[in-house]
């Protein structure tokens, strides 16, 4: 999290990260209550999240932070969900996984009924045949010296994780070819979705010093991840 | 076009100044972006906010954003009733869904007249 927030404040015109959670973790939607969890596991870690949306129990997924300018992206966010969850839809399609994105739909409805954010598919989801959700996604806008930004968490269904059975998982449709290759896939569709060529990167100086300090001050801050 | 009685900021806030007063929100064309509003966060009334630098923080069912300030100065009234009553964004995005009064010391060196804000959105799209 802390890396997502120091790329999102960060000076590249977009970035993106991908990743895996070890060990599993629960993380909140950036307005939810801690205390909707309580019965969470003892010993689980619960991390709260720049981004909105509900809860995700990140198990074995792919994970990404899409940290670029505004303009970058259509100005509405519904239409930034239409660019970019095409994008993974062609991503999982060409290893085979039939999936779809909802084009229309009720929005979820009102925390804390659907606290996890699998629960119930929207507008612009991606989902199974079966309407189950595959893919959780949330995003951060607001603006910094570089001028409007915006973080995309995205997270894709691998195996079901045990706090939220009810989701897709893409081992249940297709062999995956590796997971390395499934992210390499998930990296050209987004990249080709925004105009962009993708160049291979770790964090730059300033940004892993912002996500140090952000790690310590923020993430691994109790205080922060009870806040509401 | 939009009410040319008050200001606008590019990140589509607005303020109308009364006096020493200013009363702060956000604009029509922010609100139809975001869309399905969930949870508004304000500061309590005595807070300090400062020109340009955010105040609050708005849930859409997809994103949250941060809501900037127009003008800098202590905050002498927020509506509390804006957080339980969202819908009042969409209907009334320039009256009943206003978010704070604030006695003004300073003011952003970026607002713009409606006219201005009107071609802003635009080019946006």
Redo the contacts between chains.
């Keep these: 999290m802390a890396r997502d927030e120091a790329l999102l404040l960060g000076d590249s015109p977009a970035a993106l990260r991908l990743y895996n959670w070890a060990p599993h973790a629960v993380s909140l939607?950036?307005?939810q209550r801690l205390q909707d969890f309580d019965d969470v596991p003892p010993g689980t870690s619960i991390v709260r999240r720049?981004?909105?949306?509900g809860a995700i129990h990140h198990g074995e997924e792919v994970t990404f932070a899409l940290a670029l300018d505004a303009d970058l992206l259509?100005?509405?966010?519904?239409a930034s969900?239409g660019l970019l969850h095409d994008a993974i839809v062609r991503a999982v399609a060409s290893i085979g996984v039939l999936c779809t994105r909802l084009e229309h739909g009720p929005?979820?409805g009102?925390?804390p009924k659907d606290r996890w954010c699998f629960a119930v598919p929207?507008r612009?989801d991606i989902v199974d045949r079966n309407g189950r959700k595959l893919c959780g996604?949330?995003?951060?806008?607001?603006?910094t010296s570089r001028g409007?930004r915006v973080l995309h968490h995205g997270s894709l269904v691998i195996e079901r994780p045990s706090l939220t059975p009810f989701v897709a998982a893409i081992v249940d449709m297709a062999p995956i070819p590796s997971l390395p290759e499934l992210r390499r896939r998930l990296a050209a569709e987004l990249a080709a979705a925004l105009s962009m060529n993708l160049e291979p990167s770790t964090l730059r100086s300033t940004e892993a010093e912002v996500a140090e300090t952000l790690r310590r001050t923020r993430y691994e801050d109790q205080a922060f991840t009870a806040t509401r | 076009m939009r009410p040319n009685d008050r200001s606008y900021l590019k990140?589509h806030e607005w303020c109308k100044i009364d006096g020493d007063v200013a009363t702060i929100g956000i604009s029509d064309y922010a609100v139809?972006?975001?869309?399905?509003l969930?949870?508004l966060?304000l500061p309590n009334k005595g807070t300090n906010v400062t020109a340009g630098e955010?105040f609050g923080?708005i849930?859409?069912?997809?994103?949250?954003?941060?809501i900037?300030s127009p003008v800098s100065g202590d905050v002498l009234e927020v509506n509390k009733d804006l957080p339980d009553n969202l819908e009042w964004l969409s209907e009334d995005p320039f009256g009943k869904a206003w978010m704070l009064k604030v006695r003004v010391s300073g003011k952003s060196a970026d607002l713009m007249s409606g006219t201005a804000y009107d071609a802003h959105c635009a080019a946006?799209?």
Aim: net charge negative; proline share 8%; hydrophobic share 25%.
């Design positions: 939607g950036y307005f720049l981004t909105g949306g259509p100005a509405s966010v519904d969900y929005p979820p009102a925390r929207g612009h996604s949330a995003q951060r806008r607001l603006r409007p | 990140s139809s972006h975001l869309s399905d969930v949870f966060d955010s923080e849930e859409s069912v997809k994103a949250v954003s941060d900037y946006e799209g």
